[in-house]
């Protein structure tokens, strides 16, 4: 029988959040450099906040200590109102790394359960392609956005929102990091600057 994975983190949901960002499920724990998100060295997601939100792609990045700044991060989340998750809580690792590939999902995310958390979520961004297959199963979507594109669509409960498609924040993407950093910042630019309504 195959060893199973439970999600190591608990949803980071700041209750005024108007984005919700989803990935698959974080690398072999190994791997980590913080006990957060997008916790690997080798994973640029951070630097592309950092460069985004302020021309730095070290921004969160201790270099002495090769460790992502976690309580910077945090309070940056908290204060920009993004919320953070994955689509599976439960997987099966057919090899040894964090690669979607490799990911066999047991129990998906309750994606309706998270956004009752989030009253003034407008907008929920995928980062790769398995959390967006997975969201898309979800809420029934036949259509997704394209990479660095989105769609509206509307939840059981009837909130309009939407859904943003990133490109993967890992190295194995092959974009540069400039170029990610250009496409989430125009995301965040449309989501967190829209008026709430």
């Known amino acids: 029988m195959k060893?199973?994975?439970?999600?190591?983190?608990?949803?980071?949901?700041?209750?005024?959040a108007r984005v919700l960002m989803l990935g698959s499920f974080p690398?072999?724990?190994?791997?980590?450099?913080?006990?957060?998100?997008?916790?690997?060295?080798?994973?640029?997601?951070w630097r592309i906040f950092g460069l985004h939100f302020f021309?730095?792609?070290?921004?969160?990045?201790?270099?002495?200590?090769?460790?992502?700044?976690?309580?910077?991060?945090?309070?940056?989340?908290?204060?920009?109102?993004?919320?953070?998750?994955d689509t599976a809580t439960t997987v099966c690792r057919l090899q040894d790394n964090a690669s979607d590939?490799?990911?066999e999902v047991v129990e998906p995310t309750d994606i309706s359960l998270l956004l009752r958390h989030l009253p003034q979520c407008q907008a929920i961004v995928t980062t790769g392609q398995k959390a967006t297959d997975?969201?898309?199963?979800?809420?029934?979507?036949?259509?997704q956005p394209s990479v660095g594109g989105y769609i509206t669509?509307?939840?059981?409960?009837?909130?309009?929102?939407?859904l943003y498609r990133m490109p993967s924040s890992s190295r194995a993407y092959p974009l540069a990091l400039e170029k990610k950093a250009a496409v989430y910042g125009k995301m965040f630019e449309e989501v967190l600057s829209k008026n709430n309504k």
């Open 3 to 16: 060893e199973t994975e439970q999600h190591p983190l608990p949803p980071f949901l700041p209750p005024h």
């Open 153 to 162: 669509f509307e939840t059981e409960s009837g909130r309009t929102l939407r």
């Open 55 to 85: 021309g730095d792609k070290d921004y969160f990045v201790n270099l002495l200590a090769k460790r992502f700044r976690k309580e910077l991060i945090i309070e940056f989340l908290t204060q920009r109102g993004i919320a953070l998750y």
């Open 27 to 45: 690398p072999p724990r190994k791997r980590w450099s913080m006990d957060f998100f997008y916790p690997n060295m080798q994973n640029d997601m």
């Open 101 to 103: 590939k490799f990911l």
């Open 134 to 143: 997975i969201l898309c199963e979800q809420f029934s979507l036949t259509t």
